[in-house]
């Protein structure tokens, strides 16, 4: 069971305040019946709510994915810049959505967001070592021994080791890159311990999920249920 100001405002109609004022003013039904309390409680899966005739299509966890564009931040909130929860519909920050990792400003391409948080932690949690493949185009002379490089693990700057990884030279300076972990700007700085400049750089896929191709920047769609559970297959 659910109150109702709660499962309307998760489903992006309005703040308890708001949702409060709805039904005051007989703008919401339970089952056709007026609902004046906005402390009633429903069970979503058996009971039909209406806003203004519109039926309340309920649903506890979203999964999407978005093709994000340069530009913009993946995170909830920023002062400065837009971010990735700025090209979604109110409802999905209602429904307290959030990005699955991150991606730097100015790389693009496939975003998970979600607000099931344990689907989330499996995903990007690194006993998991959930794979993404990156297209890299860079700038630098290609080191000869540079796969050898990347299969034994690259110790950036830093000294830190990074896991093996996997880098195909798919154009001139172009390379499409997996990795099983998620360090900060890892795929940038793994470049940059070979002598290799990034100047661009777009996640293809995540586990077994690749991105719809037909999604412009900035796009995005719902996981059909049988994509769900692809981030988490190998490749």
């Known amino acids: 069971m659910m109150r109702i100001d709660k499962l309307l405002g998760h489903s ?3 703040t308890r305040r708001e949702i409060k004022v709805l039904c005051r003013h007989g703008d919401v039904t339970v089952n056709g019946a007026a609902c004046t309390d906005s402390g009633v409680k429903v069970n979503p899966a058996a009971d039909t ?9 309920y649903r506890e966890f979203y999964y999407l994915m978005l093709n994000k564009p340069a530009g913009v931040v993946t995170a909830t909130e920023d002062k400065r810049s837009e971010t990735v929860l700025d090209l979604l519909p109110p409802l999905f920050r209602a429904a307290r959505l959030f990005p699955v990792g991150r991606l730097d400003k100015d790389t693009t391409g496939l975003l998970l967001l979600t607000n099931d948080g344990a689907w989330a932690h499996n995903i990007i949690t690194p006993k998991n070592s959930v794979t993404k493949v990156y297209v890299a185009e860079t700038e630098g002379d290609v080191p000869a021994d540079l796969n050898e490089r990347f299969a034994a693990g690259i110790i950036l700057a830093d000294g830190l080791q990074c896991l093996p990884a996997d880098i195909r030279q798919i154009r001139e300076n172009t390379f499409e890159i997996t990795v099983c972990e998620g360090k900060f700007h890892q795929v940038k700085r793994m470049c940059a311990a070979v ?13 077994a999920l690749a991105l719809d191709e037909s999604l ?20």
């Open 12 to 14: 992006g109609y309005g």
């Open 49 to 57: 709510v209406a806003v203004r005739g519109e039926v309340v299509q």
């Open 195 to 207: 002598d290799l400049h990034v100047t661009a750089l777009h996640r293809r896929s995540v586990g």
């Open 216 to 235: 412009a920047p900035g796009a995005y769609r719902m996981l059909a249920d049988k994509e769900v559970i692809l981030p988490l297959l190998g490749q």
